[in-house]
């Protein structure tokens, strides 16, 4: 028998440590935002102005992902709720830019996970719509990386509304699919599913 033994103490500073890393990240990437975002041109030719509008729209995309994954570790530290809103408004910034594939892969799949976690039934609609969303974006080359995401991701919808047989669909077409491509993360991760 195991036994696991907790100072409470411990774990109050521990989570307060994580509660004030999660306000310092926040406050790192909002700093971080005006002057990455707003990059002045080196020259007065139309190259500069082309690459410096290129690389305020790369950091803007770039702060809507950091958004997401801010808002993540709000949800994991119970506050689905407001974290929620915040990945919504990113991931739509992100389709809104023309992004969806680059940068709201990996958003797409924070949403939807921190959705199916929250599990209300408007929740499981909305990572539903997300997936759809994100399949329905146009790729020219067959994007490996996104077709894993989103059978990962209707597996977690499955698994939520307790359909069994598309679970094991989702599953054993997730786990084909991650070996094939030699995603070792992912093979991992579909042989952790029973």
Known sequence: MSFVSVVPDIVAQAAGELESLGSTLSAANAAAAAPTIGVAAPAADEVSAAIATLLGT??????ALVEVYSARERARRGDRDEAIPLMRAAVDH???QGQPLQWGIPATGVLVETLLDRGA??????AEAAIERLAAARTDDGLAIREVTLLRLHVLVARAQGDAAAYAHFRDRSRDTARTLGFEGHIAWTEAMP
């Open 121 to 126: 039934d408007s929740d499981v609609a909305e």
């Open 58 to 63: 790369h950091a803007q995309e770039f702060q």
């Open 94 to 96: 992100l389709v809104r």
